[in-house]
Antibody, heavy 121, light 107 residues
Framework: QLQLQESGPGLVKPSETLSLACTVS??????????WGWIRQPPGKGLEWIGS???????HYNPSLKSRVTISIDTSKNQFSLRLSSVTAADTAIYYC?????????????WGRGTLVTVSS | DIQMTQSPSSLSASVGDRITITCRAS??????LNWYQQKPGKAPKLLIY???SLQSGVPSRFSGSGSGTDFTLTIGSLQPEDFATYFC?????????FGGGTKVEIK
């Protein structure tokens, strides 16, 4: 059964770059049937889509974060990554990686467990 | 961006109750509306996609309806494991956006 697992530092200093990876196990990230995405949730608050990537490297970003976000994919490692630059306390959140079937409905059908990233000096 | 507004923000109900949660989009999104359930400390779980299609493995007491700007999630007979927060998400156009959530609590 396919699983996603986020990894990366739980604490990042203000103005620095947040870097997370999502490792996909039990299936191939190179499947043409899926996109892969990042979503975040500040503690106790709602969900925000950050962006998504296809195995070809094609990306879609939330315009509100686009200037600071880079999502990349490494098919040899079965992994995709998130980089968010110039972080502030407002970027403190649980970060989830998720799978999106390549269909018109664009929903997230499988999620990682999430990882809390705190921005603090 | 398309704004998604859920109501109520919270509700109290008893086991066996039928409940309905509403999600309204700031503009028409056809049927591109998805519903998720989130329990404390867990990732969201997909319940409904395309406004009314039940995700595999989700109990049939969950149902979705609507099109355009107004959508509903109905739980036919609330079970103890259904007490959670529910989110809607539009997928008509980027950026994908979520509603603020509806917390379903035990009365």
């Amino acid at each position: 059964q396919l699983q996603l697992q986020e990894s990366g530092p739980g604490l990042v200093k203000p103005s620095e770059t947040l870097s997370l990876a999502c490792t996909v196990s039990g299936g191939s990230i190179s499947s043409p049937n899926y996109y892969w995405g990042w979503i975040r949730q500040p503690p106790g608050k709602g969900l925000e889509w950050i962006g998504s990537i296809y195995y070809s490297g094609s990306t879609h970003y939330n315009p509100s974060l686009k200037s600071r976000v880079t999502i990349s994919i490494d098919t040899s490692k079965n992994q995709f990554s998130l980089r968010l630059s110039s972080v502030t306390a407002a970027d403190t959140a649980i970060y989830y990686c998720a799978r999106l079937p390549r269909v018109s409905e664009w929903y997230f059908d499988l999620w990682g467990r999430g990882t809390l990233v705190t921005v603090s000096s | 961006d398309i704004q998604m507004t859920q109501s109520p923000s919270s509700l109290s109900a008893s086991v066996g109750d039928r409940i309905t949660i509403t999600c309204r989009a700031s503009q028409s999104i056809s049927i591109y509306l998805n519903w998720y359930q989130q329990k404390p400390g867990k990732a969201p779980k997909l319940l409904i996609y395309g406004a009314s299609s039940l995700q595999s493995g989700v109990p049939s007491r969950f149902s979705g309806s609507g099109s355009g700007t107004d959508f509903t999630l109905t739980i036919g007979s609330l079970q103890p494991e259904d007490f959670a927060t529910y989110f809607c998400q539009q997928s008509d156009s980027a950026p994908l956006t979520f509603g603020g959530g509806t917390k379903v609590e035990i009365k």
